[in-house]
């Protein structure tokens, strides 16, 4: 919808994507049926440009097919989820500035649609934390952290600006109520990704760990953890949901599996 409305598609003012784990494998499905029909058209019967559209349609699909089923963008990256530009092709996440920078409708009927878009933010997190995998790319991580504090500084600060000449009090009062709550809910996946999803660096020198070894929490079941060789010593990341059921706060004892070829 949001792409729609950046194309100029006003019927989906106010309107977002279905970030739910269900409606992700249903477009991909969708996209698949569409690949498979297009693929058998007969190329040879058609004019040099209609050719070439479906060379461009199907390429388009691949591009998305691979996007959701190769990079699973939907779960190993969190900023899909967020970035007003297109991560993907054809994908747009929620962009207010859109309606604030474009004069396509009246103020007040774009305020609807702001307000519209807000109410939907803390249903965004919550399928953002269902989807995403235990573990992220740091990268990944640290730019969706900044692309979301921009978010909220765009909320609480350029948004609020744009709208404090509204006459009509009960959209107003209406804006400042989604406003809190999507401020709210962004700076809920901030602390989410900071505390759960950055991993906290464990520096260990005097011993370096073959290729390939397994090193986990001695004592704890299914704590595997990665770990960085970094010349005299190596890195264990340690998550914060990990670091919860560390047996003392002070002391943890490693184990290291290793071949010993």
């Known amino acids: 919808p949001q792409y729609a409305v950046y194309l100029g598609i006003h019927e989906y003012d106010g309107k977002i994507t279905d970030f739910s784990k269900q409606s992700i494998d249903s477009e991909l499905i ?32 691949m591009n998305e097919i691979f996007n959701f089923e190769d990079l699973k963008i939907f779960k190993y990256n969190p900023l899909v989820y967020f970035e007003p530009s297109p991560v993907i092709d054809g ?48 990268p990944y991580i640290n730019s969706t952290i900044e ?36 401020v709210s809910s962004l700076n ?17 020198k005097g011993f370096m760990p073959s290729k390939g070894a397994k090193i986990s929490i001695l004592g704890e079941k299914g704590s595997s953890l990665k770990w960085i060789p970094g010349g005299e010593y190596f890195k264990i990341l340690v998550r914060e949901s990990q670091s919860k059921s560390l047996p003392s706060q002070y002391a943890v004892a490693f184990k290291i599996s290793q071949s010993l070829k």
């Open 147 to 182: 692309t979301v504090k921009g978010s909220v500084s765009f909320l609480e600060n350029d948004l609020v600006d744009a709208v404090k000449n509204i006459t009509n009090d009960s959209l107003k009062t209406a804006f400042n109520t989604s406003n809190k709550k999507a």
């Open 30 to 61: 969708r996209l698949k049926t569409y690949e498979q029909k297009f693929s058998a058209i007969d190329s040879a019967s058609l004019s040099p440009e209609m050719y070439y559209d479906l060379r461009i349609l199907l390429g388009a699909l």
């Open 91 to 138: 994908f747009l996440a929620i962009d207010l500035s859109l309606y604030l920078n474009r004069n396509f409708a009246p103020f007040e009927k774009r305020i609807e649609s702001i307000i519209s878009l807000e109410i939907e933010i803390p249903g965004i997190v919550v399928a953002a934390e269902s989807n995403l995998a235990d573990s992220l790319a740091k």
């Open 188 to 204: 809920e996946f901030i602390q989410y990704l900071e505390k759960e999803k950055l991993p906290k660096e464990i520096q260990l």
